[in-house]
């Protein structure tokens, strides 16, 4: 082994030793959980409002029928009031 | 994490090849299918430190390798849950995986800044022990900078790491000849290097 590739391998070796001791900081494992549940709930949003938009929009459909049907229904009952207003006699 | 929680996972991971740790990691894996992810907590509190310490070695930085480990682990809960882990490799070689991977994607995309600052040495308790991590790591990513970074991930792994080139092949995706070659040439690098150095 000639004298700079045994060189590398001593600079490895040492360098491996001097990072032999890294440890992650405080409170990391707690800090990867609390962005995994972070994550998790806001992936939950993201899978709802897809959902939530279609059920707005056919909310919205739901009561425009609800309402144009409502609307129809009460000038039916105008009408027919009307007609029985149209023939009642009067005597005098 | 308490220091005999954190000695105890030390252990574990000083001793990948062991069944009783593997098994354990396994059995936590699929407690996180079953949708426990309580038992995610254990997987990490269980290689965190082997984890940030190869991120850290590759990178030559212990915040950014902090940051590749998060993004990994959340990676890794996603695939875990959404049953895009098959078991073909043990567990802690897949997370090795994907550590591995996103710590060559951040040298690709390095941006410089400020390595572990003050306020996490003194954090650690061991400010001396720290400092000297720190100053080998920064002479880390002076020294390799020449390097393509999947030749210095081969060589973190193999002669940092103490890792097989079986096992670097299936980390990293490829042959063991690849492998081989990434080292060789990793090492024709560094030499060249201290030629240059003087």
Known sequence: MDELLKSVEERLDRLKAATDTIQPSAGFDDRVMAAIIQRTFVDWRLRLWPVGRYALVASVILVAITTLFAVDRASRADELAAVTYGTVEQEW | ?198
């Open chain 2, 1 to 198: 994490m308490d220091m005999t929680h954190r000695l105890v996972a030390d252990q574990v991971c000083t001793s990948p090849g062991s069944f009783e740790s593997l098994a354990t990691l396994e059995n936590a894996a699929l407690r996180v299918q079953q949708g426990d992810i309580q038992a995610f907590g254990d997987i990490v509190r269980q290689t965190s430190a082997q984890l940030v310490r190869v991120a850290a070695r590759v990178i030559g930085d212990l915040a950014e390798a902090e940051d590749v480990v998060q993004e990994s682990y959340i990676n890794a809960y996603q695939a875990l849950t959404q049953g895009q882990f098959d078991a073909r490799a043990h567990l802690l070689t897949w997370l090795r995986r994907i550590v591995t991977n996103r710590a060559i994607d951040a040298i690709r995309s390095r941006r410089r800044r400020p390595s572990l600052d003050d306020s996490k040495i003194e954090a650690g308790g061991e400010g001396a022990v720290y400092a000297e991590s720190r100053m080998a790591l920064i002479e880390m990513q002076d020294w390799m900078n020449a390097l393509v970074p999947e030749q210095r991930a081969a060589l973190v792994l193999s002669v940092l790491e103490g890792l097989s080139n079986a096992e670097i092949a299936q980390i990293m995706g490829s042959s063991e000849g690849a492998v081989e070659q990434r080292l060789v040439r990793a090492r024709v690098a560094l030499r060249q290097r201290i030629q240059k150095d003087g």
